[in-house]
Nanobody
Framework: QVQLVESGGGLVQAGGSLKLSCAASGRTYTIDSLGWFRQAPGQGRMFVAAILWRGGTTHYADAVKERFTVSRDKAKNTAYLQMDNLKPEDTAVYYC????????????????WGQGTQVTISS
């Protein structure tokens, strides 16, 4: 099993930046891809970005392209989500999870979810 722990959330003003971390432990050698999702109040969990663990190929939701950057440090078993030019609509709980298939945007293709970290953007 892989355990994931997110951190780095907080409250920032619109236009600001945050960098989320997703630290993996356990059987990290089984990770092929890792995804970031977010869930706003009253809404379902939505795809944000994903990265291939070995090759580093990335994929983004249209809503965050050009503003968010996903990366990973294999030596630290940690993935990151750099979020720039944040908007109030980015407010949500952000989760990371291990992908079951390559760069999928579907929540059911992910497992070993972290506990989430709250991101709140004020206008």
């Amino acid at each position: 099993q892989v355990q994931l722990v997110e951190s780095g959330g907080g409250l920032v003003q619109a236009g600001g930046s945050l960098k989320l971390s997703c630290a993996a432990s356990g059987r990290t050698y089984t990770i092929d891809s890792l995804g970031w999702f977010r869930q706003a109040p009253g809404q379902g969990r939505m795809f944000v970005a994903a990265i291939l663990w070995r090759g580093g190929t990335t994929h983004y939701a249209d809503a965050v392209k050009e503003r968010f950057t996903v990366s990973r440090d294999k030596a630290k078993n940690t993935a990151y989500l750099q979020m720039d030019n944040l908007k109030p609509e980015d407010t949500a709980v952000y989760y990371c999870a291990v992908g079951l298939s390559t760069l999928s945007i579907h929540v059911e293709r992910y497992r070993n979810w972290g506990q989430g970290t709250q991101v709140t953007i004020s206008s």
